[in-house]
């Protein structure tokens, strides 16, 4: 989504308005501009699906802010939409801007800018739920990948009680098998093979399943116990998943008592 505002005519440049000193000379801001002309702050037709325009200026939908949504919409090829707005447009004015899709009022001030009459219009000459065409679903190439975390959900304890650790993706991920890498760090009273035996540094999702959890076999010391052993893995990069924070977990290991 790309919002812009309907900003009054005369609200000001960068360059010698107080109103946009603060911004001058930031890293990728833009030297100077026009509030008014909103292809200065275009992302770009690959950065986003949908154009929408809040509507707080009295003077209500100005025909110029449509025309210039129309032109810049129909130049990239999105539909567009009417964003935060305490006012629902008139059939008048959906007459007379017919390329607005949707509008969007802003929580109880709907109920404070409007009659009862206007909003029993605006919503008897629109699509319901029961109209509104199934859209499909996409993965956005940024987030293509699973991004998969860690989290300790038990300690252990001598001389039988062991640890679990449990990894989490998300649902859209889970229909097919996927296994992550984790690195394993002891601190310096714990050691694999004596407090716990070796784990192997990776665990597998399921297909269906969105957790996975790897067992900290906790092993009885010989001798005296210190209380404040841990074990901590770290989820390392890997193909076809994301670590995502918390991408690091700690369990304990409890003595005896």
């Given at each position: ?7 009054p005519d005369n609200y000001g440049w960068a360059d010698g308005d107080p109103k946009f000193d603060r911004y001058e ?147 859209h991920s889970a229909g097919e098998e996927l296994t992550v890498r984790y690195a394993v760090r002891d601190d310096r009273d714990t050691r694999a093979g004596r407090d716990y035996a070796p784990l192997d540094g990776r ?55």
């Amino acid at each position: 989504m790309w919002n812009v505002q309907d900003l009054p005519d005369n609200y000001g440049w960068a360059d010698g308005d107080p109103k946009f000193d603060r911004y001058e000379g930031l890293e990728g801001g833009l030297a100077e501009y026009d509030a008014g002309d909103w292809s200065s702050f275009s992302p770009g037709k690959d950065y986003y699906d949908v154009l929408s325009v809040d509507f707080y200026d009295p003077e209500g939908y100005a025909a110029r802010h449509y025309e210039q949504a129309r032109s810049i919409a129909r130049r990239d090829g999105k539909p567009m939409i009417i964003g935060e707005t305490f006012v629902f447009p008139s059939r008048a004015e959906q007459a007379a801007q017919p390329d607005w899709t949707l509008a969007m009022p802003w929580g109880v001030r709907t109920w404070n800018h409007n009659t009862p009459e206007a909003m029993a219009e605006f919503y008897h000459h629109s699509i319901g739920a029961a109209g509104v065409p199934r859209l499909a679903a996409r993965r956005n190439a940024i987030d293509a990948l699973p991004r998969v975390s860690a989290e300790a959900t038990s300690d252990a304890r001598e001389p039988a009680t062991d640890a679990v650790l449990t990894f989490v993706r998300p649902a859209h991920s889970a229909g097919e098998e996927l296994t992550v890498r984790y690195a394993v760090r002891d601190d310096r009273d714990t050691r694999a093979g004596r407090d716990y035996a070796p784990l192997d540094g990776r665990v597998t999702f399921q297909a269906g399943r969105t957790t996975a959890t790897e067992t900290v076999r906790v092993l009885d010391r010989r001798g005296h116990s210190p209380a404040g052993r841990t074990v901590t893995v770290t989820l390392l990069p890997g193909r076809g998943y994301r670590a995502s924070a918390p991408a690091t977990a700690t369990v304990r290991i409890l003595p005896e008592g």
